[in-house]
Nanobody, 122 residues
């Protein structure tokens, strides 16, 4: 049974920091791509950052220089350190995982999802 569980969301003031974690269980070894997406009300999910199994990371332009994605391959854990948070970062954040190369940038490429964690910057 595949399960992705996000944690670490919450309320923070502008300029503050939050750290998100994603714990994955039951993923097959073939899953090499993991990423963070966010979703605003009424909008489609958008990529925040994704990382392949070799440590290659891609960031959305809006978060470059502020967010850092890391992963623990041995434990299928994914992390997102978010600094200098802005009100525009307020969204539901989701962890996603999928097998394949290159790792997709769009949410439709990913088949495995967590339930999400809310980040509010206000």
């Amino acid at each position: 049974h595949v399960q992705l569980v996000e944690s670490g969301g919450g309320l923070v003031q502008p300029g503050g920091s939050l750290s998100l974690s994603c714990a994955a269980t039951g993923l097959p070894r073939s899953v090499n791509c993991m990423g963070w997406f966010r979703q605003y009300p009424g909008k489609e999910r958008e990529l925040v950052a994704r990382m392949d199994g070799y440590g290659g990371a891609t960031y959305a332009n809006a978060v470059k220089g502020r967010f850092t994605v890391t992963r623990d391959n041995a434990n299928y854990a994914l992390y997102l350190q978010m600094n200098s948070l802005r009100p525009g970062d307020t969204a539901m954040y989701y962890c996603a995982a999928q097998a394949g190369l290159p790792c997709g940038l769009g949410y439709k490429w990913y088949r495995r999802w967590g339930q999400g964690t809310q980040v509010t910057v206000s």
